[in-house]
C-alpha cells in the first residue's frame, strides 16, 4: 500500500525545489539607448552580476520593441530621449506587443512630468542615470518582481503607489493623439521632412501630411514650430537630440 503522507511530502519537495532553481535564474535585461558608450559600460557592468543577463541591446525605442517581440526578456532598461522612436512611445508599444515585459526607465531627467508620463506609459520603475549600480539592481529584481520602483530623489517621500495611481488618473493632451501620430509628431519635430517619414514608416506622403494635419487639430498647434515646441515641452524630444539624416539626392 502507497504512503500518501510520503507521496506528498515528495512532491512538495520537488516543488520546492523546482521554485528555488527557477528563482536562481538570472532576469533576462534588454537594454534601449541612444548612446552606445552607455549601453557598453552597462553591458560590462551589469555582466559582473550574476542576477542579470543582458540579452541585447539597442539604440533606439523602435529597435527596442522589435527585439523584445523576438528576444521576450523579463525587463527593458529603456532611456526617454531617443531618436525615431522615444522612450515613453517605445513603452507604450511593448506594454501592447510584448507579454509579460517590464520596463523600467533609466534617465537623466529628474522632472517629475517625465516620470508620470513614463508611469501613465505603463512604465513599471523610473531610476535616475546618477544611481549607483547597487540601485539600478534593486530596481531590476523589484520590477520583475512585479513590485513597482522610483528612485527616491522623484519619489520624494511618497510610495510608488501613489505615483502609479495619480499617473493613471491624470490626462494629457498627447491622450488624444493614436500611435501613429505620436510617431509622426516625433519625426516632424526631429525635423524629418514628410517624404523620409513616409519611408520610415512606410506610408505615402498623402497619408503622412493628413496625419500631421490632424495633429495639428488636435492640439491646437498653428504651424510646425508650435509642433516643435510641444515635444520639447513633453520631453518626446531633447533639445540635445542628433540632427535627422540628410535625404539622399
Known sequence: MVDQSATQRERARRALAALQDSSKKPIRVLLA???AVLRQALRLLLATHDEVEVVGDVGDGREAVELAEK????????????????????????????RGVR???????????????????????????????????????????GNPYISAALADGRSPVDLLLRAQTQADATDTLTPREREILQL??????????????????????????????????????????????????????????????
Open 188 to 249: 516632424v519635430a526631429e525635423g524629418h521632412p514628410n517624404q523620409s517619414i513616409a519611408e520610415k514608416l512606410f506610408l505615402s506622403v498623402k497619408t503622412v501630411e493628413a496625419h500631421k494635419a490632424h495633429i495639428m487639430a488636435k492640439l491646437g498647434a498653428q504651424r510646425t514650430t508650435d509642433l516643435i515646441r510641444y515635444a520639447i515641452r513633453k520631453g518626446i524630444i531633447s533639445l540635445d537630440a542628433p540632427p535627422p539624416e540628410p535625404a539622399d539626392l
Open 33 to 35: 539607448d541612444d548612446h
Open 103 to 145: 520596463v523600467l526607465v533609466l534617465s537623466g531627467y529628474a522632472d517629475e512630468e517625465r516620470l508620470i508620463e513614463a508611469l501613465r506609459a505603463g512604465a513599471a520603475g523610473f531610476v535616475l542615470k546618477r544611481s549607483d549600480v547597487q540601485e539600478l539592481l534593486v530596481a531590476i529584481q523589484a520590477v520583475h518582481r
Open 71 to 98: 528576444l521576450q526578456p523579463d525587463v527593458v532598461l529603456m532611456d526617454l530621449a531617443m531618436p525615431g522612436l522615444n522612450g515613453i512611445d517605445a513603452t507604450r508599444q511593448l506594454m501592447q506587443r510584448v
